[in-house]
């Protein structure tokens, strides 16, 4: 039963409230959800609703409707983020896990983990106590291996996760390890869960072997009832009548699970299905169906593995998986990042000199835009929002300071360039330090009941309007009217009386106003993807960049632009992009910016620079990332 309180109850009603409920035998649990208060009277299932509802400081019941009750998205609505070190799994980017069985050698484990690490893994595991079947089977080098994980985090800066089989070892794991993993041998040893549920750390909580969906989350709820909420649900795979494959990957569970609770959830594809060339099928077939992290068996040499060598990818099959998660992911709507660890230690940096405020990133609009969208995915869940009204004022806010970072749109793949911001970055001297790519999917948007009949009037964004046109031109009688964001489009309709008004926008900004969704999926074509950079005051990382914008004007003589052109033909420059704008004040005289895949201020490439100086009239680097 969730009790939800009035936003002005007094310590006394509330205090009053658990002493009642404490006396009735129920387990008191007080929560915020999605800005209410609430409290949680779990373990008893005969309460005298009218009875609570009466109570001083209530304003409403609902009942949780599962045997689960914390793990259940009934007391809890919006997604939950399990931290395991810097990394965040739950949130707008995919999490890898990767690495060995078993922790077999310093040596072994070492090689392992940069290996997956250069191929995009931000997590490391390997087994130290290993529930093996055979008795005579290796059981893993236990505490020596805990050492040897910690090790690794240390050279590597993977945090690492390992499996933790008995409650004696609780002491050890705090000490040595990020997360730990319990096992689908121990689903149901409740005495396990409830030490990891004291333990506090992060939970890997992998699905028995022959467990239901149900029994599954009645073992989270123990360890959420100790008070830890960090736990990652991993399925991998269960016992079925087929023998084909080690287990059954249950692909299933994901959406299942995503409807039931506000865990996060991880798919194992080595341990479901035992066999090598099965296991990057699955798990891409498991991050198109919304996993939010995968645990992937990685060895270097896996004939001479100690244990599950036969499953386990070779690190280049890996790095072939990960190339296709990253290409995947946007269109269900998220992120593999590559430099996640990067970023990661450079916020947490960042937050260490700055007395531990998150670095502020603007943005256009409210929250729910496609832009907030863009910056949660490449800054993480992490960032201070800024949102901001025009692009000016964003570009404003990086240059005094206001702001560390902005995410602005250059192009979409429908509607064209936005090319205020294209004229913005050359007018202020601000760097492009990165960019990201967002499938766009655009939702008709109205109050709660409204249907399409009764649309009058649509609000959105220009360049949402222009890619849903196709749509929108079924309805010639509807009126149009454009805001500077989707998001606000959605709020306004929010705030305004009737139902004849609909917004365009995304799935997250008819979450956030708690509007309904009317139609899905009506942009003109559903490859619609928008190109964000990401600008700050100074030049990003000193990585090696992989692409490159500049910003040049030539003179009026025929064969100018050939000429710079020619430049990058002799040097094998692949250019990206070649986008025109005129230049204000000067009509008929335009400005050509370039997006090449070369690192403009390498060494390297400073004799063709210069060259392209000389050629032109003006040259301005944008930026390399
Ligand atoms: C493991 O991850 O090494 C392992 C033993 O997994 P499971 O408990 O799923 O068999
Ligand atoms: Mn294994």
Not at 1 to 27: A, E
Not at 109 to 125: H, M, Q, S, W
Request: charged share 25%; glycine share 8%.
């Amino acid at each position: 039963m969730i009790l939800v309180l009035n936003k002005d109850i007094t310590k006394d009603q509330k205090g009053h409230i658990r002493n009642t409920l404490q006396d009735k035998g129920c387990f008191v649990r007080e929560a915020e959800d999605a800005g209410r208060n609430i409290i949680g009277a779990l373990g008893k299932s005969n309460l005298d609703v009218a009875f609570l509802k009466s109570l001083p400081g209530v304003e409403a019941i609902t009942p949780i409707t599962t045997p689960f009750k914390l793990a259940s998205r009934q007391w809890h609505s919006a997604d939950t983020l399990a931290p395991i070190g810097n990394v965040l799994v739950g949130g707008e980017r995919i999490v890898i896990v990767a690495g060995p069985c078993a922790v077999e050698s310093l040596d072994q484990a070492l090689t392992i983990a940069r290996e997956v690490k250069r191929y995009g893994a931000v997590v490391f595991r390997g087994g130290a106590f290993k529930p093996r079947t055979s008795p005579y089977s290796f059981q893993g080098l236990e505490e020596d291996g805990l050492k040897i994980l910690a090790e690794v985090r240390e050279q590597t800066g993977l945090p690492v996760v390992t499996e933790i089989t008995s409650v004696a070892q609780a002491d050890v794991m705090m000490k040595y390890v990020d997360a730990v993993q319990v096992g689908a041998r121990n689903m149901q040893n409740f005495e396990l869960l409830k030490c990891v549920g004291r333990m506090g750390k992060t939970v890997v909580l992998k699905r028995g072997l022959a467990a239901t969906i149900e029994e599954w989350l009645m073992s989270a709820e123990y360890i959420m009832s100790e008070g830890n909420d960090r736990i990652i649900l991993c399925e991998r795979g269960i016992r079925t009548f087929e023998p084909y494959t080690r287990n059954t990957l249950d692909l299933s569970a994901i959406p299942v699970l995503k409807k039931l609770t506000h865990l996060p959830v991880m798919i194992d594809p080595s341990h479901a299905t035992g066999i090598r060339e099965k296991v990057s099928p699955m798990a891409r077939a498991a991050i198109a169906a919304g996993a939010d992290a995968l645990m992937i068996e990685v060895h270097h040499d896996p004939d001479h593995a100690l244990s599950d060598g036969p499953q386990s990818l070779y690190p280049k099959q890996f790095g072939q998986l990960t190339r296709d998660i990253y290409v995947i992911a946007p269109v269900v709507g998220k992120q593999l990042d590559f430099d996640y660890l990067d970023k990661a230690a450079s916020t947490a940096k960042w937050q260490d000199t700055n007395g531990h405020s998150p670095q502020r990133i603007a943005f256009l609009g409210e929250l729910g835009t496609f832009s907030h969208k863009a910056s949660l995915q490449y800054f993480g869940e992490l960032m201070d929002a800024a949102p901001k009204l025009n692009f000016r004022s964003i570009f404003e806010a990086v240059k005094s300071g206001e702001a560390a970072y902005a995410v602005i749109p250059l192009e979409n793949s429908l509607s064209g360039s936005i090319h205020e911001n294209y004229d913005l970055l050359l007018e202020y001297d601000l760097e492009i330090v990165g960019e990201i790519t967002l499938r766009i999917v655009h939702y008709l948007i109205g109050c709660p009941g409204t249907r399409l009949e009764d649309i009058q009037r649509v609000i959105s964004a220009g360049p949402a309007v222009q890619q849903c046109r196709q749509f929108l031109d079924r309805f010639p009688d509807w009126k149009i009217v454009t805001v500077n964001a989707t998001a606000s489009a959605v709020r306004e309709i929010n705030s305004s009386e009737g139902s004849s008004d609909a917004a365009i926008g995304s799935k997250e900004a008819a979450d956030i106003f708690g509007m309904d969704v009317i139609e899905e999926g009506i942009e003109t074509n559903p490859m619609n993807f928008t190109r964000f950079a990401v600008i700050a005051a100074g030049p990003g990382s000193r990585k090696a960049a992989r692409k490159s914008s500049l910003v040049y004007s030539v003179g009026n003589q025929p064969g100018a632009l050939y000429e710079t052109l020619k430049i990058f033909q002799e040097n094998h420059i692949n250019l990206v992009k070649l986008e025109s704008r005129p230049i204000h004040g000067r009509p008929w005289q335009y400005m050509f910016y370039a997006d090449l895949e070369a690192d403009v201020r390498s060494t390297e490439f400073s004799p063709i620079l210069n060259d392209l100086k000389s050629k032109t009239d003006f040259l301005k680097v944008l930026g390399s990332y």
